[in-house]
């Protein structure tokens, strides 16, 4: 009702347009309250756990709904032909069958009285059932599986400190595992390490309104915590596809970025404290609400991030801004990728404080989801690139102000073709599922190779043409679909996907090393916001110096001596080539 | 002529002025261009080198104006007696004087052959003249000297590399100096470390507009880097007293606040990238300028505040926003700091994503600028406290809107009981300077204990009246003048001054520990924007378990095994208590 459709836009009648959008959201309450809000409605419609079988194996239907989103970049090749019923741990190949040169590292095996002292420390928290481990050992894309035998669930810093100076004085591997819904394989076993889970470290300790400083354990769900925080008029400063299950613990061990980075910045800067708990059992202790801390170097930044291989994040601070009471959404066709840059600086200059997203995608992307999810393309017709915009404000009518007055410039100057505005929720979830859907669209049909890059803005694009040229020149006898691209333009985060019927390793050869080659050579990062976990740390070297990695190894050895943090992951061991 | 007087506010005469405020502020232009901005005139009005005497010796005079600003927290007391012509290094006593106990540590001395070498390596950029060092071995306020005998000015990484490389080589210890206007003598030798200046690295070398991303050499000065960005309509997303002297590097290097931290944020967040030279001359480049970068650890958090003793940042990479279109500023009188909470909470609700400062003083603030600077008290009676407010947005209409409804507000809920507001820059002016001149006022009659503290909100005034309380109570003899309180509400920052005639080891001994205890029994922090350098890395353990300063200390060790890089600074050394 309150969507706009502006279609052939042309100077003559764009005043009329404008008028009618200013008249129509005259009819819109002027300022909403927080719970109406579009971020707060689709998780509540939404909310609901993943579905799983009796075994608390994933059970995907074939639409690959996750908490109202697709979730990002799942590949869904493994389970979309077998029904949840008849899922099993078969399906998905031993780690150590898939990369049968990695040697395990030389820890210690678990023994009974291993079991035995751990379930004394935590009596009824101890999973050693064979069936109850699976889905804690297989990551969420179901591309690796380990054989962990053992699952512990501390509920307090305390016990995880425990845990850890035993398995430390064991010798005795251990990964962390928040909500294993990590999309690199970092949180599940690769051999036989103990899964320590945060699922009962769920606790708010405290949230003080004035700063907006919430503390809580590492095991909160983000979405709990979003909704808490409604309850408050604040909101969490960063929002995922997962955050129905990914806990606060991950989020901040993998320094996740998501839809609200463009504008509550990077958990660098929003994380005022951590609590996390040492390979040794040593508690370190930076639990502080405070925003200006000098005093001596900043340790917290060291478990930002670092994958849970440096300590185990147990306890989270973070700074929470007050939350937005109106949410308005444009999305636009452009002849361009140029004038799809050009269109982004113009909504910094004009939207500047609102501006809460800036995505984009191709018309490749677009495709794929009016063709297999039967979307209605809100344009008339198709254009090379469609650009999505969200603001976030305090004031309805100014926020429609200022995007009019956006609205306005870039249609004069021709940056835009066509456009179309939403204020009210239903339009707005309708918009974001077209740019959100990509994924499932492709997976309905096809298989995919998905790269996760951060880039230059003026190099954003040229990575998707490099790629294709390459494909086409060089290996024009490789049954390649599409080589699509969309993604975060505000924050040079693009997700190509490489779109094929089957995998086969003479198409990930001839893509591998090249697009990390590639994304190197344009001052890139091969891994933009999901990590390096397990399958792209032996690739680090595309985004970091020598110097930087062994630096990197130098900090691990400093932290984990014995190296039976999270081993397997993120930063390479000197010695070993995984 | 667009400053606007509430006084006596009723809710009766309450629309009348607020349609007055809308009525004046209509006639200010609706957008102001970002060149005749507050920020902006500021600096030019005042852009000008700190003077200094022929040897390059500070040179202030008795009213202390530091670019335009006092520069916060100059202690005057060592430099006001005297005129400029007159200064000179005797009247700083050696630092190794004044610590007798404190011992250098177990470096080499400097030979001349080591001296050939830098001249050499930097031909004409070394300096060995006794007379021109003397400013670069003595700190910003004027209480520490030290005793080197070469200064030398790379202008590249490599270059610094090779002096590194030389020094670990030689056990040369090294201090790293950008503009020298660090509080906590982090930038001076103590002993006779080698001074490595970056003032010649100043180059910029890359802005990237649609991104916002800057990049440059460690030495650019922070005003320049504004003055050079707001030719491209963005803006340093921090801003200092400092600003015409310190240099990025330096800022970075000790994790400066300031007064945009409210708005931008720290720059743990703002900073993309890093490139830093080791102790033993290795280059980390982590010169990125990715918005997202999840590939191994974030090494560049380690140079972050750091204060120089683990790398020295050769170059920054940063992430700018938009310049604002449009400043306000509002003062207002409190009855309470209960209310002063109450009203920054309401200002982060109004407010939102225009609130850009929120600054506080208390009534015997306000006592020393009015009695001392002669300055008028805008408010018609006096209240217990004052609040400063700055919106910066980027449309005066709606900011002016959103600003009127946060007014009517807080003085219909009289949270306030008075106020004035400014939007054209003279009156501006004035306001910030009635809250910054708290420091110049002191220091024009007495002298003063400092302490520069972070502090829960509940707990931020607690501390002003506790200290009065012990004072009082515990030590009625000792002469105390006031102890009085201001600061950065809004970063839960507080500046208390110990007001005295004159110092004294009593005086000293009934503040210290008890202050940092203090602090440290109400989860605060006893440097919130300082850092620690050479004056508090003994008090440490007032903000930091004894765990973390363990690591920190490993950590030295492990980025800088024979401890060259700036000794006696940030972290105390583990058998060392100075």
């Known amino acids: 009702?309150?969507?706009?459709?502006?279609?052939?836009?042309?100077?003559?009648?764009?005043?009329?347009?404008?008028?009618?959008?200013?008249?129509?959201?005259?009819?819109?309450?002027?300022?909403?309250?927080?719970?109406?809000?579009?971020?707060?409605?689709?998780?509540?419609?939404?909310?609901?756990?993943?579905?799983?079988?009796?075994?608390?194996?994933?059970?995907?239907?074939?639409?690959?709904?996750?908490?109202?989103?697709?979730?990002?970049d799942f590949i869904f090749r493994q389970l979309s032909t077998t029904s949840a019923s008849t899922q099993s741990s078969r399906e998905v190949p031993l780690t150590s069958t898939v990369y049968p040169n990695l040697e395990r590292g030389t820890f210690s095996k678990i023994t009974p009285e291993d079991v035995i002292f751990f379930k004394e420390l935590l009596p009824q928290r101890v999973v050693t059932d064979e069936e109850d481990l699976v889905a804690h050992n297989t990551d969420w894309l179901g591309s690796l599986r380990g054989s962990s035998q053992v699952l512990l669930k501390p509920k307090t810093t305390q016990e995880v400190s425990k845990?850890?100076?035993?398995?430390?004085?064991?010798?005795?591997?251990?990964?962390?595992?928040?909500?294993?819904?990590?999309?690199?394989?970092?949180?599940?076993?690769?051999?036989?390490?103990?899964?320590?889970?945060?699922?009962?470290?769920?606790?708010?300790?405290?949230?003080?309104?004035?700063?907006?400083?919430?503390?809580?354990?590492?095991?909160?769900?983000?979405?709990?915590?979003?909704?808490?925080?409604?309850?408050?008029?604040?909101?969490?400063?960063?929002?995922?596809?997962?955050?129905?299950?990914?806990?606060?613990?991950?989020?901040?061990?993998?320094?996740?970025?998501?839809?609200?980075?463009?504008?509550?910045?990077?958990?660098?800067?929003?994380?005022?404290?951590?609590?996390?708990?040492?390979?040794?059992?040593?508690?370190?202790?930076?639990?502080s609400s405070l925003r200006k801390d000098n005093t001596g170097y900043d340790l917290k930044q060291m478990f930002?991030?670092?994958?849970?291989?440096?300590?185990i994040v147990t306890g989270v601070s973070i700074l929470c801004p007050p939350r937005p009471q109106s949410v308005n959404l444009a999305f636009f066709g452009c002849e361009s990728f140029e004038k799809v840059l050009d269109t982004y600086k113009e909504s910094k200059a004009h939207l500047v404080e609102i501006l809460s997203a800036f995505e984009c995608m191709d018309k490749e992307s677009m495709m794929y989801v009016t063709k297999y999810l039967k979307l209605k393309n809100p344009l008339s017709q198709e254009y090379p690139f469609y650009i999505l915009i969200e603001t976030s404000g305090s004031n309805a009518t100014h926020d429609e102000e200022k995007l009019n007055d956006f609205l306005q410039h870039i249609m004069e100057t021709e940056l835009v073709c066509d456009g179309t505005v939403a204020t009210d929720y239903s339009k707005i979830k309708m918009i974001w599922y077209m740019r959100e859907g990509v994924n499932e669209a492709i997976q309905r049909t096809k298989v995919q190779y998905k790269y996760d890059l951060t880039l230059p803005h003026k190099a954003y694009y040229d990575v998707i043409r490099e790629v294709r040229a390459h494909l086409r020149d060089n290996h024009p006898e490789l049954p390649i679909c599409d080589?699509?691209?969309?993604?975060?333009?505000?924050?040079?985060?693009?997700?190509m996907n490489v779109i094929v019927e089957e995998f086969s390793s003479e198409i990930k050869n001839a893509l591998e090393p090249f697009v990390f080659a590639l994304t190197s050579e344009k001052k890139g990062s091969i891994s933009a916001e999901h990590g390096l976990g397990f399958n792209k740390r032996k690739f680090i070297g595309y985004s970091k110096t020598d110097e930087a990695v062994r630096v990197m190894q130098q900090m691990k050895r400093l932290f984990d001596p014995k190296g039976i943090l999270n081993p397997y992951k993120t930063v390479p061991d000197p010695e070993v080539q995984n």
Do not use: W
Not at 24 to 49: C, E, F, G, M, W
């Open 1 to 72: 009702m309150a969507s706009k459709v502006l279609q052939n836009p042309s100077l003559k009648g764009l005043r009329h347009k404008l008028a009618l959008l200013r008249s129509l959201d005259a009819n819109s309450p002027a300022v909403r309250p927080p719970t109406q809000l579009y971020h707060n409605q689709a998780r509540t419609i939404s909310r609901k756990s993943f579905p799983t079988d009796s075994r608390g194996f994933l059970a995907c239907t074939p639409s690959l709904q996750y908490h109202g989103r697709t979730h990002p």
């Open 483 to 495: 080589v699509i691209g969309y993604g975060h333009v505000g924050d040079g985060n693009l997700h």
């Open 304 to 311: 930002i991030g670092s994958e849970g291989t440096l300590g």
């Open 163 to 287: 845990i850890m100076a035993y398995c430390n004085s064991r010798n005795l591997a251990v990964v962390p595992q928040g909500g294993n819904t990590g999309l690199v394989g970092g949180s599940v076993p690769v051999f036989d390490e103990i899964i320590l889970s945060t699922a009962l470290m769920n606790k708010i300790i405290d949230f003080d309104s004035p700063s907006g400083a919430l503390v809580c354990q590492a095991g909160c769900i983000l979405e709990k915590l979003d909704m808490y925080l409604a309850g408050h008029g604040h909101t969490m400063p960063l929002d995922l596809g997962a955050k129905g299950s990914c806990h606060i613990g991950g989020n901040v061990s993998t320094n996740a970025g998501g839809l609200r980075l463009l504008r509550y910045g990077s958990l660098r800067g929003t994380v005022l404290g951590i609590e996390a708990v040492l390979a040794d059992g040593r508690i370190i202790d930076c639990l």
